[in-house]
């Protein structure tokens, strides 16, 4: 059974300062995503990575994917107040059926 | 551009009564999925559909079944409703599968009183 993890599950950050979300996830799959969701809203789709070492960059968050770690990570720089929202990633099974969720990030930034 | 349609937004029902929800994927993508998120969680995986026929099914009760009709848009039926069904429901559609993006709908209400 597919298993994927991110830590932190809450993270509060000052604007203008870094951070790292990892996502762990537990077996073989080269496919892994990347969602947005603000409260009692949809999931925004931020990055899709489809191989080992893809990087992807958008704004201030770039996501880069390791398959043989089976870890992702999501990096902000000099975060602003409207990062502020919940991370998902997600695990595709392989078959591109089914995704798994990680737990979320819910991030604050406080200005 | 068009995105997931979904409806209807918010539904209140009472305990073992019927509901169903129903979503419209983009236009010409092929794939749907229906997604669960309780409060506080991450979203589950339901089912899926390619192509009109199921594809793959995660935990969805036995109580709700879904299909997907041949203009490509697809229903959740959720029968015998429990206090515990009370969630954001989500679907989602993409061209083709594996590696192409998945975008999600706004999602679906739905409160068991």
């Known amino acids: 059974e597919l298993k994927v993890e991110q830590n932190p599950l809450f993270l509060s950050m000052q604007e203008g300062k870094n951070y790292t979300i990892y996502c762990n996830y537990s077996t073989t799959s080269d496919r892994l995503y990347w969602y947005r969701q603000d409260p009692g809203k949809s999931l925004e789709s931020l990055f899709v990575l489809l191989s080992n070492g893809a990087v992807k960059q958008e704004g201030r968050l770039m996501a880069s994917l390791d398959t043989k770690a089976r870890l992702s990570t999501l990096h902000i720089t000099a975060a602003v107040h409207d990062l502020s929202a919940t991370y998902f990633c997600?695990?595709?099974?392989?078959?591109?059926?089914?995704?798994?969720f990680g737990g979320g990030t819910r991030l604050m930034v406080k200005p | 551009a068009a995105g997931v349609i979904q409806s209807p937004r918010h539904l209140i029902k009472e305990k073992r009564e019927t509901a169903t929800l129903k979503c419209y994927p983009i236009?010409?993508?092929?794939?749907v999925y229906w997604y669960q998120q309780g409060p506080g969680q991450d979203p589950q995986f339901l089912i899926s559909?390619?192509?009109?026929?199921?594809?793959d099914k995660g935990s969805i009760p036995d109580r709700f079944s879904a299909q997907q009709f041949s203009d490509y848009h697809s229903e959740l039926n959720m029968s015998s409703l429990e206090l515990g069904d009370s969630a954001l429901y989500f679907c989602a559609s993409s061209l083709g599968g594996s590696g192409n993006t998945i975008y999600f709908g706004e999602g679906s209400w739905l409160t068991v009183v």
């Open positions: 559909f390619y192509e009109k026929m199921q594809s």
């Open positions: 997600a695990v595709d099974n392989n078959a591109g059926n089914m995704l798994t």
């Open positions: 236009p010409r993508h092929d794939t």
